[in-house]
């Protein structure tokens, strides 16, 4: 009879799912074969030293290990084997770890992975079997041997739900931003282009792309500025332009007249004048100068601003008779002439129309001087609108000064009297200018 002892360690084998990881661990006794995704048996009688002590040898089993007496010839599990024969033959070899008959190792696929028809593990597309537990505010994403579960972009996952994120809480936009569900929108403002990132903005330069100016445009950052040239000043509506009257901003743009044009002006002078080069100012034309006249060659031509006049020759009237070109006496052997002025002397002047006043024009004074004979000096005719008075300068002389403007053209004739007296010999008598003043049209 055999007495045997057997001393067992049996581990069984079981595939277990890890929750966390959404994937397959492998219980004791088996380890996980990468390349396959299989739980393999772990051969523990290799691995493991001194697996059975004495006598005992290790004969390695599916998920575990058997520790058996070396002696035993014949060993029968309770748990039938059918790697092992169901009965020992007297002339059978005894059971060593050498001839111990290895069980083979069935194939397991891992958690998250099935056998397919080849007998290979495959891995298992939980998010399209729709075996996933993804709450239906997220989005599943399979991965290998299980899946995860996300939000779509523009979501972010809080508390297991999927909330939209507010972007432009967080500038995403350069210029103008709209939020939606999941994503968001980017505008620019009035003058502004979107770029092709979809976010920053750029100028639109309006003076190269529809130039609403009539005349000059200026680009500026996100609009423009419509300027008109020389002459003109920009509507009340910013765009159109319209022609600036200069002549009525200032008077004294021009000497004389001046003429408004599209964009501009110029300055007129009148007859008589030339424009001199500052392009404002007007030149008197001496016409007696250039023989630009009409004055015979029996008459003087006398030049006046704007003007001229073609004087006769002096004729002297009885009882005067002619000393020279200009002055007239009357004898004193003529009795005719006890009451007239002994000479009448023919002068001629000019003053401009509205000259200033008052203005000292024309001056008169003795020619000598005598004992105990003073002059007193007067205007004996022409001024009945009293322009003029006489102002006595000294003992002899008196300036003849104009007190009203006077506007031309005009034609005017003084008699300039001056009277002397002579206590001595109790005498008085006068000598008289007659003075010719051509007031011109114009103040200049």
């Not at 300027?227 to 509506?237: A, N, T």
Request: with cysteine; charged share 20%.
């Amino acid at each position: 009879m055999l007495n045997f002892r057997i001393l067992a360690l049996i581990t069984l084998s079981f595939c277990l799912p890890d929750p966390a990881r959404g994937q397959l661990q492998c219980s004791n006794g088996f380890e996980m074969d990468r390349a396959t995704g299989e739980c393999l048996d772990i051969d523990e009688c290799r691995i493991i030293a001194d697996a059975c002590r004495g006598d005992m040898m290790c004969v390695n089993q599916n998920g575990g290990y058997l520790c058996i007496p070396r002696t035993n010839t014949l060993y029968r599990s309770p748990y039938r084997n059918p790697f092992l024969p169901a009965a020992a033959s007297p002339l059978a070899p005894p059971l060593t770890a050498s001839n111990f008959p290895s069980p083979a190792r069935p194939l397991i696929c891992r958690f998250g992975y099935q056998m397919d028809e080849n007998s290979h593990c495959v891995d298992i597309d939980e998010c399209a079997s729709d075996s996933h537990h993804c709450n239906p505010t997220q989005v599943c994403i399979n991965t290998e041997g299980g899946y995860t579960c996300s939000c779509t972009e523009g979501y972010w996952l809080l508390e297991g739900q999927c909330l939209d994120i507010d972007e432009c809480r967080y500038g995403y936009c350069q210029q103008l931003c709209a939020n939606v569900p999941g994503s968001y929108s980017c505008t620019c403002n009035p003058g502004f282009l979107l770029n092709s990132d979809g976010r920053s903005c750029q100028d639109v330069d309006e003076c190269t792309t529809e130039n609403p100016c009539v005349q000059s445009c200026v680009n500026t950052y996100g609009s423009y500025l419509c300027r008109c040239d020389p002459g003109y000043e920009l509507e009340e509506d910013g765009i159109n332009c319209s022609d600036m009257d200069e002549c009525s901003i200032s008077e004294f743009l021009c000497q004389h007249e001046c003429v408004n044009q599209p964009g501009s002006y110029y300055c007129s002078c009148p007859p008589g004048y030339t424009l001199l080069d500052d392009s404002r100012t007007c030149q008197d034309i001496d016409e007696c100068d250039t023989r630009n006249n009409t004055c015979t060659l029996q008459q003087s031509c006398f030049n006046f601003p704007g003007n001229y006049q073609c004087l006769d020759p002096v004729r002297c009237e009885e009882p005067y008779i002619q000393l020279n070109d200009n002055r007239c006496m009357c004898p004193v052997e003529n009795p005719t002439c006890r009451d007239q002025p002994f000479t009448i002397v023919h002068r001629h002047m000019d003053i401009v129309s509205n000259s200033r006043v008052p203005a000292d024009i024309f001056q008169m004074q003795a020619t000598s001087r005598y004992p105990g004979v003073y002059y007193i000096f007067q205007i004996k005719s022409g001024n009945e609108g009293r322009e003029f008075y006489m102002r006595q300068t000294g003992p002899i002389s008196a300036t003849l000064v104009l007190t009203r403007p006077i506007k031309g053209p005009r034609d005017l004739t003084l008699d300039l009297e001056m009277v002397s007296v002579n206590t001595v010999v109790n005498f008085r008598g006068s000598s008289i200018i007659r003075l010719r003043i051509f007031v011109s049209p114009h103040s200049f």
